[in-house]
């Protein structure tokens, strides 16, 4: 399994871009509408939450009903870090144990939020994405990003080594590469693009190109020839997990 890894790690790497792009034009899609910092925050914790497959909206009520009573405990990172999470450090980790405290919020979506805070924030992605100005940068010292671990991953682990995976034991097994960095999780997050478009079937899915899954995602690039490219890097992707 060890040599799987390294070879996705690798490919991963090597095909950074696709997944960019797809994220760039999601998170455009989803923010550059609001002016106000606050408002973005709070557009993006609905359509993170609404990202879970049964959302439990009884509780999610209360979680953003705090959150619009309390606006001024969220206008920037580090007073949203305390508001969830008195009393811990002020960094990224803080922010998903935090939040993943919260009514309506587990590891997935907690995890999923707090990389794409950290994405609009790491002076890659376009700057009028950004919420506040007050984010940390990523210390590989005293903080962590966790993978946001869904049925997709869990497939392709599973492909590769047959057990019971869920989210605390695929981040454990990522933490346990050798030489590796802790924002590595954030090279990692581009195996859920990669695995959802190469996913076929439903209780044992086969890892090939799957054209529909690839023209549901609504943000992804739709010309022909960046498909053909993609389902070329594809071949590859899925040649590593099905020898």
Do not use: C
């Amino acid at each position: 399994m060890e040599t799987k890894l390294n070879e996705l790690y690798a490919f991963l790497i090597e095909n950074r871009k696709y997944n960019f792009e797809l994220q760039n034009n999601y998170y455009k899609r989803i923010l550059r509408n609001y002016e106000d910092s606050t408002d973005r925050l709070i557009a993006l914790l609905y359509e993170t939450a609404n990202t879970q497959s049964r959302p439990k909206i009884d509780k999610l009520k209360n979680f953003h009903k705090n959150i619009f009573e309390n606006k001024n405990s969220v206008n920037n990172f580090e007073n949203f870090v305390k508001f969830l999470n008195a009393g811990q450090n002020v960094n990224f980790e803080s922010l998903f144990l935090g939040l993943k405290k919260q009514e309506g919020w587990g590891d997935k979506t907690s995890a999923l939020f707090v990389k794409v805070i950290y994405h609009i924030h790491n002076g890659q992605y376009d700057e009028e994405l950004r919420i506040w100005d007050s984010v940390p940068n990523f210390n590989e010292d005293n903080d962590n990003l966790y993978l946001p671990v869904d049925a997709v991953i869990i497939n392709i682990f599973n492909k590769m080594k047959k057990q019971n995976w869920n989210f605390r034991t695929i981040n454990k097994k990522l933490s346990e590469i050798e030489n590796r960095k802790k924002l590595d999780i954030e090279v990692w997050d581009d195996l859920w693009f990669w695995g959802f478009i190469n996913q076929k079937g439903s209780s044992d899915r086969s890892f090939e190109w799957n054209e529909g899954k690839y023209w549901m995602l609504f943000d992804s690039n739709k010309s022909q020839d960046k498909i053909r490219e993609i389902k070329k890097k594809s071949a590859q992707f899925n040649s590593i997990l099905n020898k």
